[in-house]
């Protein structure tokens, strides 16, 4: 069995332990923000902060993600206030992908 939390939610996953963990992300979790792109990496469609650090979750295999802290692009839309990197995107007018 694998504990983890995700945007501060607990969360057990009794599956694959080789599954990527934007799989669960999506499907288990049902957060729809983690995006797959390219399923190797590269694109970075899929970041997720994994205990603090950013990681490509395509290629993070559940196993390896067992007892972490997970925040998703989702957790920067749970509260009241724009988080820094959204009002960073609004002064610099980044548009959003196309995902």
Same mark, same amino acid.
């Given at each position: 069995?694998?504990? %983890?939390?995700?945007? =501060?939610?607990? /969360?057990? /996953? !009794?599956?694959?332990?080789?599954?990527? %963990? %934007?799989?669960?992300?999506?499907?288990?979790?049902?957060?729809?923000? *983690?995006?797959?792109?390219?399923?190797?990496?590269?694109?970075?469609? $899929? *970041?997720?902060?994994?205990?603090?650090? #950013?990681?490509?979750? $395509?290629?993070?295999?559940?196993?390896? #993600? #067992? =007892? #972490?802290?997970?925040? *998703?692009?989702?957790?920067?839309?749970?509260?009241?206030?724009?988080? /820094?990197?959204?009002?960073?995107?609004?002064?610099? !007018?980044?548009?959003?992908? =196309?995902?």
């Amino acid at each position: 069995m694998i504990e %983890l939390s995700v945007n =501060g939610k607990a /969360f057990s /996953f !009794d599956g694959d332990e080789e599954m990527p %963990l %934007l799989w669960f992300i999506r499907e288990n979790a049902e957060l729809s923000g *983690t995006k797959y792109g390219c399923g190797i990496g590269q694109c970075g469609a $899929c *970041t997720v902060h994994m205990d603090g650090e #950013a990681v490509r979750s $395509c290629s993070i295999p559940m196993a390896e #993600a #067992a =007892g #972490a802290d997970i925040k *998703t692009i989702k957790n920067l839309a749970d509260s009241e206030k724009l988080h /820094f990197v959204q009002r960073a995107w609004i002064a610099e !007018d980044v548009p959003q992908c =196309g995902y």
